[in-house]
């Protein structure tokens, strides 16, 4: 057995390493010999290169800073102290138990305390968490902590609503279900009144 060939997941040190790219379409051959077909095929030769390239796309997110994003700030607000909300953020994600995609909604909001960001950073920020393998309970709070510790805002509001091809293709085979998650800091969670506008303006 040539133990040089399998990739060293885990260093000493806790760090992830990243295994070589030849070592990433081996795992798709193997992967695919094991479903039970023949990597070898016309059909299935150049099937590792494509998949390891849109691991690539699907999972870029490991390879960005959302604190990068959100680092430009403008603090002249002229006063400006309600809510700013994107709606309709395409949300395409993968859930960390089954590798399968989840695709939907992201819908966030924020009330500037000192100062803005731009918006399409906001948007930036849903799809940098976004491309990475996590739960969506854990993607929504990610993107609100993002902007909690960057932005330093009065509060911060986050719905996503999505739906789960782990559950629509497999297991339960329940198509058309859609999983909802939120949360709410600051006056979004202290004033119910501001947290039902907002519920209001994105389900719009």
């Known amino acids: 057995m040539d133990l040089q060939a399998k990739p060293v997941l885990v260093s000493n040190d806790g760090d992830i390493k990243r295994p070589s790219r030849e070592q990433a379409m081996e795992a798709v051959r193997t992967l695919i010999a094991w479903a039970g077909d023949n990597p070898e095929r016309e059909g299935l030769i150049d099937t590792p290169k494509r998949v390891v390239d849109a691991y690539g796309d699907w999972f870029q997110g490991y390879d960005a800073d959302a604190a990068k ?3 430009r700030t ?3 607000v002229q006063g400006y102290d309600d809510m700013v909300l994107l709606r309709d953020i395409e949300v395409e994600s993968h859930c960390e138990h089954h590798m399968a995609p989840f695709l939907g909604k992201a819908y966030v909001a924020y009330v500037p305390a000192e100062k803005v ?5 906001l948007a930036r920020v849903v799809e ?4 990475r393998l996590q739960t969506q309970e854990t993607l929504t709070q990610l993107i ?5 510790d960057n932005l330093l805002p009065a509060g911060t509001a986050v719905l996503i609503d999505a739906e789960h091809q782990c559950m629509t293709t ?4 329940h198509r058309h279900v859609s999983t909802i ?7 979004f969670k202290s004033d119910p009144a501001l947290q039902d506008r907002f519920l209001k303006l994105a389900r719009g």
Request: hydrophobic share 40%; glycine share 10%.
């Open 69 to 71: 994003e959100l680092s």
């Open 74 to 76: 403008f603090e002249d």
């Open 117 to 121: 960001v731009g918006i399409s950073k």
């Open 128 to 131: 940098i968490f976004s491309k």
């Open 144 to 148: 609100a902590q993002a902007i909690e």
């Open 170 to 173: 497999r297991g339960v085979h």
């Open 181 to 187: 998650t939120t949360r709410f800091t600051g006056v």
